[in-house]
């Protein structure tokens, strides 16, 4: 069979169609991938933002239930313990939001742009106290930064 320029042609744009027409639909399946990797997040975070008003509710409760001075030397420590955790929690929080931040201004129109997501969670990483409460964000940016993109560890 005798193949013409132009049917070469025709066919050569068929396949550049077709091999188009495959990163698209990855493309789309990345984007899907991200939406629910997005919605698990959300969802994380409720759930810490929960565990925080938990926390502060049990501390009122801790307070008006103390008497006596050994029941206010009880609510000092127990004030101080769940001062820190409430606290730690925050910083936790104020991480994932840091790390759904980056994830939603890394969003292309097609993709995740790794080398931006990785530039954002960078400042925030470099922006996070390094010791006290604020130090938690460290391991939650690492953590969930690595999520994100697919690092294993």
């Known amino acids: 069979m005798d193949v013409t320029g132009e049917e070469t042609l025709a066919q050569e744009l068929l396949k550049d169609l077709r091999a188009?027409?495959?990163k698209l639909e990855a493309a789309r399946e990345d984007a899907a991938s991200l939406k629910v990797l997005l919605a698990l997040r959300t969802h994380q975070h409720?759930?810490?933002w929960q565990d925080a008003q938990r926390l502060a509710a049990e501390l009122e409760g801790a307070r008006s239930r103390a008497t006596g001075l050994e029941a206010a030397l009880a609510e000092a420590r127990a004030d101080a313990t769940a001062a820190e955790a409430l606290a730690e929690a925050e910083e936790r929080t104020e991480a994932v939001r840091a790390v759904l931040g980056a994830v939603l201004d890394s969003i292309g129109s097609r993709a995740l742009d790794?080398?931006?997501?990785q530039e954002i969670i960078a400042r925030a990483g470099r922006e996070a106290p390094s010791d006290g409460p604020g130090a938690a964000r460290h391991a939650v940016l690492l953590t969930e930064a690595r999520r994100v993109l697919g690092i294993p560890g």
């Open 114 to 117: 790794r080398r931006r997501f």
């Open 20 to 22: 188009a027409q495959a």
């Open 46 to 48: 409720d759930l810490a």
